[in-house]
């Protein structure tokens, strides 16, 4: 999901929030949240070993989105600080920044200056992609799609997105998507950006994804659209192409359909796995369960995101741990929150064993969010390179 940040918020000499909406509203301060319960039972000075990686977030439009006009952040550095890299919280390693509003980059002059003061921050690999989301399709042009490229010459770009279909909105006509899809998908190809790896060499050599002239995959954003995603992807994408399809809402036949077709095709997995009413992604997550366990965990294809400031994980509230109260609740999420995400996909994961008998095999042991963690970190290393 994409959405056009905002100007950025100024501190307000009254508060112009109302009574209704400011008690809904934690203090701001809960928003940094404290080092997840199964991060904290990890034994002291090997908490390194578990890092927390986004692979698709909107940092600028998070924090343009917050609620909070009075706040103790002026700058995106500051808020980034504060909630993903805060003393005793869920410390983000890296993220990738997804840039897919129709005015960025070519609108945007100071695009480079963004990225260059976020890439220096200390202790977050900030990476990024740039393309065009299928709401904007209409406003695609030439003058666009050269933007894209010169973005993508960036070296903390790593990849193309989102782009992709979705019927369920029609912001932009159903021919018009496919085709600016198409557009893209031949100049990523074109490029080279998404040529596959040698992954065994490039370990072996202790190089950087970078380094093998190919910084990018190509980020996928469907619903609604089974059929037409498909067969566009397959006619354009070669087999061995690295693709994350962002936020998968769609059904099992469509995830199977493409994790079959594309052997370097992981499935993204946001907070939308905790609500009642999306049953989709917690299926394809046990389907892909009963290819693997927490010893042999490689059939688990999926990554972990947030799509900040969307898909707040429900498990996070009201929660009385954090401070809340029970009428209060998450205004939106961001990358600390991937703790609670990885939680719940080991519930489901767990859930679906014992349904199915594979938790009484002898040697089973359920998983862990530190297992999900893991798995989804190395999976951003192969898709990502971060």
Not at 291 to 309: H, K, V
């Amino acid at each position: 999901m994409c959405s056009p940040p905002a100007p950025a918020p100024t501190p307000a000499s009254g508060n112009t929030r109302s009574s209704k909406s400011s008690k809904s509203l934690p203090p701001e301060q809960r928003l940094v949240l404290p080092l997840h319960d199964h991060l904290a039972d990890i034994p002291e000075g090997t908490q390194g070993t578990v890092e927390l990686v986004d692979t698709h977030t909107h940092v600028l439009s998070t924090f343009h989105r917050e609620k909070y006009p009075e706040g103790a952040y002026s700058t995106v550095a500051d808020f980034i600080r504060a909630y993903l890299q805060g003393a005793g919280s869920n410390r983000v390693q890296a993220v990738v920044d997804v840039w897919c509003e129709a005015e960025a980059p070519s609108e945007r002059p100071e695009w480079k200056e963004t990225v260059d003061s976020l890439s220096a921050l200390e202790g977050l690999d900030y990476r990024f992609v740039v393309g065009a989301h299928p709401h904007d399709a209409k406003h695609y042009t030439p003058a666009l799609e050269a933007a894209f490229l010169e973005a993508h010459a960036h070296p903390r770009c790593v990849g193309w997105g989102e782009m992709g279909l979705d019927y369920h909105y029609s912001n932009s006509p159903h021919d018009v998507q496919q085709d600016v899809l198409r557009r893209q998908l031949r100049a990523a190809v074109g490029s080279g950006l998404n040529k596959a790896v040698n992954w065994a060499t490039l370990c072996q050599s202790k190089r950087k994804l970078s380094d093998e002239g190919s910084n990018g995959q190509i980020t996928i954003h469907t619903r609604e659209a089974d059929d037409d995603i498909l067969r566009i992807l397959t006619e354009e994408l070669p087999r061995d192409s690295r693709c994350h399809i962002h936020c998968m809402t769609d059904g099992l036949p469509l995830a199977n359909a493409l994790l079959s077709r594309f052997p370097n095709l992981y499935i993204g997995v946001t907070g939308v796995i905790t609500f009642a009413s999306n049953l989709n992604t917690t299926a394809i997550v046990r389907s892909l369960g009963r290819s693997c366990s927490p010893s042999n965990p490689s059939g688990l294809r999926i990554l972990l995101e947030t799509d900040a400031p969307f898909m707040i994980p429900s498990n996070l509230g009201p929660n009385s741990k954090l401070g809340m109260t029970s009428k209060q609740k998450m205004p939106f999420s961001h990358s600390g929150m991937l703790p609670w995400t990885a939680e719940w996909v080991a519930k489901v994961l767990n859930e679906a064993a014992r349904e199915e008998g594979r938790g009484e095999d002898e040697g089973w042991r359920d998983w862990t969010t530190v297992d999900v963690l893991k798995v989804a970190r190395e999976n951003a290393r192969k898709v990502y390179g971060v």
